[in-house]
């Protein structure tokens, strides 16, 4: 796993990368905390991205021997061990490093642990918590489970950044593509620009040729590296390895590893993902998927084991799940909104390619409802992926109309609103804004329409038009 230890090269890395190498680097040399974890779905990156910090490293003049990289896999001899985490760096120490983690430290050379996966053992995060309370240390975890990622939050509070990596970027597609789209909108220092309405109309007016080109790739494959990196292999081909590495991995091994899992039906999963996929950018209550895998499946499956299932696909990263909306600590009666990690995976595994390209759309009409839906579950991983934004969904209710969904900066709340079609009415089609705006008790300093083409028409000066291709700018 560390062949930089005897001076043999390590895995080959893409010459391309992904922002993600960045913000980890950053994380680092502020030290913001000993622990830097990184979540996001399989194979979008997370381990290449380690690959590429450490490359950087050895090359800034690390010794090799001040950095150790392991990869936690279920069942190999590491997991059998007791306190797996903390019996490999005593090793580490007496054997590679020849010297303790404090000694070096006070040398002025620092040790980097990079774990990958290290979530899949138990009591992962007692063993880290001991490690950095008693030792100077920088620790990066990698891991594609949110959920044990997250049961790990409390017993680590104080001790990590979290980093949430998503699937690329329409700005690292481009250069991907050797195109130029810019850098992210939103920088990696916080969340207050999100509420400077300066902010959105810049954004909303980025664009331009390689913008529209990489959008069409965007369209065309999703945002998968692998998708992007292969752009010469055919779409069907590019389709089964996500179906196969990317959906059967998690359904049919990650959530039925240990003896627990092992007693979950990888044959509901996969009917639940389906309906994810099919029910995608959309609020269907529990009743109605069970009502579906019940017709799909012909078996009395019931209620709560589908709110059961729907969250372990949900602590997967495959698909987010937007909550109601809270205000004052009430909930608001309504059902999770479905937005899968990447539309490609709807594509690949219902065999349905649905085109977000405005000019394909013109051309195929038909599909534009679907479309809507899809550039709605785009739009709502967006914003799930950015680190510490609060986001939801406000169903209908009384006077107000459905918002597809408010995301919460402090005491402010920001309503967006997706209407991905050919032509917007600017009255009817920002009816649900203006309510939510000018109902004081939300808070809302202005609101947002994601649309399909620049402008469309809007002149309420509260509401941005923001094309989604230039939303998708943002990161």
């Known amino acids: 796993m560390n062949p930089w230890w005897t001076g043999d090269a390590a895995k080959q890395t893409p010459k391309t990368r992904r922002h993600l190498v960045g913000w980890m680097q950053w994380r680092l040399r502020q030290k913001l905390a000993p622990i830097v974890v990184v979540r996001g779905p399989r194979q979008i990156g997370k381990t290449t991205a380690q690959f590429q910090v450490i490359d950087d490293l050895l090359a800034e003049g690390v010794t090799p021997n001040r950095i150790m990289r392991v990869q936690y896999e279920d069942g190999s001899e590491l997991s059998r061990l007791t306190e797996p985490v903390l019996r490999v760096v005593e090793w580490y120490e007496e054997v590679v490093l020849e010297n303790t983690l404090n000694n070096a430290a006070s040398m002025g050379q620092g040790v980097y642990l990079f774990l990958d996966e290290v979530q899949n053992l138990k009591g992962w995060d007692s063993q880290l918590k001991h490690l950095v309370d008693s030792s100077t240390v920088q620790v990066v975890v990698t891991g594609s489970s949110a959920l044990r990622i997250e049961a790990g939050r409390d017993s680590l509070s104080g001790r990590i950044t979290t980093i949430e990596a998503g699937v690329l970027s329409l700005t690292e597609i481009a250069a991907f593509k050797n195109l130029d789209a810019g850098s992210p909108h939103l920088a990696d220092n916080g969340l207050e620009p999100l509420l400077d309405i300066e902010w959105w109309r810049d954004l909303a007016v980025r664009g331009g040729e390689d913008v529209s080109t990489a959008f069409r790739a965007f369209s065309d494959r999703g945002g998968y590296p692998l998708a992007h990196q292969h752009a010469d292999i055919d779409w069907p ?58 017709r799909a499946m012909g078996s009395d499956v019931g209620v709560q084991k589908v709110r059961e299932y729907l969250r372990f696909l949900d602590n997967t990263l495959l698909i987010r799940v937007v909550p109601p909306l809270e205000i004052r600590l009430k909930k608001v009666k309504g059902f999770p909104k479905l937005c899968l990690a990447d539309h490609a995976l709807r594509a690949s595994w219902l065999q349905e390619s649905i085109p977000l390209d405005p000019d394909q759309l013109l051309q195929q009409p038909h599909m534009s409802d679907l479309a809507g839906h899809v550039a709605e579950s785009v739009t709502g991983t967006l914003f799930a992926s950015v680190d510490g934004l609060d986001v939801a969904h406000l169903p209908a209710r009384n006077e107000q109309p459905e918002i597809d969904f408010v995301v919460t900066i402090g005491d402010k709340r920001i309503p967006v609103e997706v209407k991905y079609r050919q032509r917007i009415d600017p009255m009817r089609d920002t009816e649900g804004l203006r309510t939510f705006v000018e109902t004081a008790v939300n808070n809302a300093p202005f609101a947002i329409i994601v649309t399909m083409r620049p402008g469309d028409g809007i002149s309420d000066p509260r509401i941005i038009p923001v094309p989604l291709s230039s939303l998708l700018l943002m990161r």
């Open 237 to 294: 081909r590019i389709a089964n390895q996500l179906n196969e590495n990317v959906i059967r991995r998690v359904i049919q091994h990650d959530l039925r590893v240990s003896d627990r899992g092992r007693k979950r039906d990888a044959a509901l999963l996969e009917e639940l993902f389906r309906l994810a996929c099919r029910y995608i950018g959309q609020s269907p209550g529990p009743t109605t998927l069970t009502r579906e895998v019940r």
